[in-house]
Nanobody
Framework: QVQLQESGGGSVQAGGSLRLSCVAS????????AAWFRQAPGQEREGIAA????????FYHDSVKGRFTISQDDAKNTVYLEMSSLKPGDTAMYYC????????????????WGQGILVTVSS
């Protein structure tokens, strides 16, 4: 059974940092894409960062470019999202996803999803 488990969320003040982790069990990221999506209350779930696992090719939404970094740890079968210079607008549920999408930020292209973790940024 495939499971993606996120951790590392929480509350932080604006300007602060957090690191999210996504550990996969029953699944190997290798040769596939892993991505982070987020969903704020009343809004669509949007892709913000993706990585082609193994080659380390990364993609970022403009809203997080320069502030967030997605990375991989092959040995731990884990994907990370380092978030810095956080803003109140980054407050959302963050989801880890894995699959082989045609478009890295198209959520329909991802087969597996974590349950999500809350990130709250206060001003």
């Amino acid at each position: 059974q495939v499971q993606l488990q996120e951790s590392g969320g929480g509350s932080v003040q604006a300007g602060g940092s957090l690191r999210l982790s996504c550990v996969a069990s029953g699944y190997t990221f290798g040769g596939r894409y892993a991505a982070w999506f987020r969903q704020a209350p009343g809004q669509e779930r949007e892709g913000i960062a993706a990585i082609y696992y193994g080659r380390g090719v990364t993609f970022y939404h403009d809203s997080v470019k320069g502030r967030f970094t997605i990375s991989q740890d092959d040995a731990k079968n884990t994907v990370y999202l380092e978030m810095s210079s956080l803003k109140p607008g980054d407050t959302a549920m963050y989801y880890c996803a894995a699959g082989r999408p045609a478009n890295v930020f198209d959520r329909s292209g991802y087969t597996y999803w974590g349950q999500g973790i809350l990130v709250t940024v206060s001003s």
